[in-house]
C-alpha cells in the first residue's frame, strides 16, 4: 500500500470529528445561551411589580363594586329576594380575581408561552359548544354563555377566546420577526384565526365581542410588523362589513333605526336608549348623590350590567364619571408605558393586546350608554356585573404585573 493509499482513510477520518467537534460546540453554545437566557429570566421576574398599575386596577375594581351594589341593589330586592344578592356574588370572583392577579404576577411571563396553543383551541371548541341547541345558554336573545342554567355558574366562551388570541399572537408574532412583513407569514394564518373566531362569537349574535377578538388581532398584527397597505385594505373591508352588519342584516337594523333617534320607540325598541339619556341627564353636573337613582328603580333595563355607567353619571354626576374615565385613561396608559419597557418582544405585544382589551371594551360601553355608539351587549371593565368576566380581566392584569417584573430599568416612570 502507498503512502498516498494510507493517508486517505486518515484523511477521511480526521474530517469527519472536526464537522462534529463544530457542531457539539455550536450546540453547547446554544445551550448556554438558552440557560443564560432562562437564569437571567429567572432572576428579573423577581423583581418589583409596577404599583401604579396594581394600585389602578384595585382602584377600579372597589369602585367598581360599590356602584354595582348601588345600581343593582332595587334588583337584587325585587328579583332575588335580597338586596345584597349581586354584590356578594361578585365580591366573591373579586378576590378570587384578586388573588389570581397577584399569584399570576408573580409568575415568569415566558410560561404563558406554552398556554397559547391549547387555550386558542380549547376556545374555539367552546365557542362551537355554545351554538349547540339545548347546550348554549340563552338569555334576551342571544346565546353566549355555558354551564348551569339559573345559577351563577356560567360564563362567556368569548371572554377566554379574547384571551387567547392575545397569547397565541404574542407567541408566534415574537418568534417571526421580519417574516412578518410577508404576506404569507403575516397575514394568511392571522387573518385565517380571527375570521374563524370572529364568525362564531358573531353567531351568537355578540357583535361587540367579534369587533374586540378581530380589534386586538389587527393590532398585534400591526404592532408586529405587518406592512401598511394591509392595514388600509383591512380597514377598508372592515367598514365594508361593519355596513352589513349594521344596515343589512335584520339583526342590527333596528339598533341602529334607534340609535339614529330612539325616540322614535320609547316604550319599545328605543326604550333602553331613553332611560339611560335620562338617567345621564338626571345627574348633572354633581349628580343626585351616591346611592339616590331613580332610574335604577326598574326603569333602566340592565342598570347593573351593561349600562351601570349610566348610573355612575346619574349619582356621581358629570364630575364623578369624568374621574373614573381619567382612572381608565390611566389604567390604560399605563399598561402601554409597560410594554414599551418591557424585557422583549413577546411581553411587550401581550401587554398590548390586554391593554387594547381594556380600551376597546370601556370605549364601546360608554359610547353604548351615552348614545355615541348603536346599542350592543358589552360590559364595562371592572364594573359591569358578571362574576367570570371579572374574574378572568383581573387573571390578565397579572399578566401584565408578570411582564413588570421585567421591564428595563428607567430613571423615572
Not at 348601588?70 to 329576594?81: L, R, T, W
Not at 415568569?108 to 398556554?115: D, G, S, T
Not at 383551541?121 to 351554538?131: A, C, D, K, T
Not at 376597546?360 to 360601553?365: A, I, V
Request: net charge positive.
Amino acid at each position: 500500500m502507498t503512502t498516498r493509499e494510507r493517508s486517505q482513510p486518515h484523511t477521511a477520518h480526521t474530517k469527519k470529528p472536526r464537522m462534529t467537534r463544530e457542531e457539539a460546540l455550536e450546540r453547547q453554545r446554544r445551550r448556554e445561551e438558552r440557560a443564560l437566557h432562562e437564569q437571567e429570566s429567572r432572576e428579573m421576574a423577581r423583581g418589583p411589580i409596577d404599583m401604579p398599575f396594581l394600585m389602578l386596577v384595585l382602584l377600579l375594581t372597589v369602585i367598581g363594586l360599590i356602584m354595582l351594589f348601588s345600581a343593582s341593589f332595587p334588583s337584587g330586592y325585587y328579583e332575588e329576594g335580597d338586596p345584597f344578592a349581586y354584590v356578594r356574588r361578585q365580591g366573591v370572583f373579586a378576590v378570587m380575581g384578586v388573588a389570581a392577579m397577584l399569584m399570576i404576577g408573580k409568575v415568569n411571563y415566558q410560561r404563558f408561552r406554552a398556554l397559547a396553543k391549547p387555550l386558542l383551541g380549547l376556545s374555539i371548541v367552546l365557542l362551537v359548544l355554545v351554538l349547540i341547541p339545548h347546550v348554549g345558554i340563552t338569555r334576551n336573545n342571544a346565546t353566549r354563555w355555558l354551564g348551569v342554567p339559573g345559577t351563577a355558574l356560567q360564563f362567556q366562551p368569548s371572554e377566554i377566546a379574547k384571551l387567547a388570541v392575545v397569547l397565541f399572537f404574542s407567541d408566534s408574532i415574537s418568534k417571526k420577526k421580519d417574516r412578518m412583513r410577508s404576506f404569507r407569514y403575516g397575514i394568511v394564518p392571522y387573518a385565517l384565526i380571527l375570521v374563524l373566531l370572529a364568525a362564531l362569537v358573531g353567531k351568537e349574535p355578540h357583535l361587540s365581542g367579534a369587533l374586540l377578538i378581530l380589534g386586538a388581532g389587527a393590532v398585534l398584527m400591526l404592532v408586529g410588523g405587518i406592512h401598511w397597505g394591509w392595514v388600509l385594505g383591512a380597514i377598508g373591508s372592515a367598514l365594508s362589513m361593519m355596513y352589513v352588519v349594521l344596515f343589512v342584516v335584520g339583526y342590527n337594523t333596528s339598533r341602529v333605526q334607534m340609535w339614529h333617534n330612539p325616540w322614535l320607540d320609547p316604550q319599545g325598541k328605543g326604550y333602553q336608549l331613553v332611560q339611560s339619556l335620562l338617567a345621564i341627564g338626571s345627574g348633572g353636573l354633581l349628580g343626585v348623590g351616591l346611592g339616590k337613582s331613580r332610574q335604577k328603580f326598574m326603569y333602566l333595563p340592565e342598570e347593573h350590567n351593561d349600562f351601570i355607567f349610566a348610573i355612575v353619571c346619574e349619582e356621581l354626576g358629570l364630575i364623578g364619571a369624568a374621574v373614573i374615565m381619567l382612572l381608565f385613561a390611566a389604567l390604560i396608559l399605563r399598561g402601554f408605558w409597560i410594554a414599551l419597557h418591557a424585557r422583549d418582544r413577546f411581553g411587550s405585544l401581550m401587554v398590548v393586546g390586554i391593554t387594547t382589551l381594556i380600551g376597546m371594551q370601556t370605549f364601546l360601553n360608554i359610547g353604548v350608554v351615552t348614545g355615541l355608539l348603536p346599542t350592543t351587549g358589552i360590559s364595562l371593565p371592572f364594573f359591569s356585573y358578571g362574576g367570570t368576566a371579572l374574574t378572568i380581566q383581573l387573571a390578565e392584569m397579572g399578566i401584565v404585573l408578570s411582564v413588570s417584573r421585567q421591564m428595563k430599568p428607567t430613571r423615572a416612570g
